[in-house]
């Protein structure tokens, strides 16, 4: 097993958002090390920070030597680290009219930087089935800003001319369009 202090060693700081990669990535180490399930618990808290890991020593869970219930006591402590609970959809919304606000779309790197962010948010939520996949495609469109807007549905309505209108365009469709456009 790399020692904890090696630089190439995974290291946890404290950030929700990192927990599960650091976690996949100590228990792979573990498994090659082929490290019981008593010694991954026992020392996994010299990969954490100081703080971190003197919290964990504290749980039950890593005196049971069972590897699985300890690591999920360590995600319970931190309710966004799961891909489910990292966004919300006010988050959303929030990017999506920040973005349509104060965001302009001029080049193809413009549209991949909002595609992809779009999608950090978005998919968690779909996939937790918190967002469906008609609002996710009816807030990627609004979140380009007005003028291109323009552009995207006078594109999008000549490509789809038996279109009902009112309905939203898929998402899929409309970055294909944009793309098209710059």
């Not at 020392?43 to 869970?61: C, D, F, I, N, V």
């Not at 995600?75 to 920040?98: C, E, H, I, M, W």
């Not at 007005?146 to 000549?158: D, S």
Request: glycine residues 4%; negative net charge.
């Amino acid at each position: 097993m790399i020692p904890p202090s090696r630089s190439d060693a995974p290291h946890f700081q404290g950030s929700a958002l990192d927990l599960v990669e650091f976690l996949d990535d100590y228990e792979l180490l573990a498994t090659q090390a082929q490290l019981s399930a008593d010694e991954q618990c026992k020392r996994l808290y010299k990969y954490a920070s100081p703080k971190e890991g003197a919290l964990w020593k504290l749980l039950t869970e890593r005196m049971s030597q069972d590897w699985t219930a300890y690591r999920a006591a360590i995600v319970a402590l931190y309710p966004g680290a799961t891909s489910a609970r990292q966004y919300t959809n006010a988050d959303l919304r929030k990017f999506v009219n920040d973005h349509h606000a104060n965001t302009a779309i001029r080049t193809i790197d413009d549209l991949g930087d909002y595609h992809r962010e779009f999608l950090r948010h978005a998919a968690p939520l779909i996939s937790a089935t918190r967002l469906s996949d008609i609002d996710r495609d009816e807030l990627y469109y609004s979140g380009f800003p007005p003028h291109f807007q323009e552009r995207l549905y006078q594109r999008l309505i000549v490509a789809h001319v038996d279109h009902n209108e009112g309905d939203t365009f898929a998402m899929s469709e409309v970055y294909k369009v944009a793309g098209h456009l710059l």
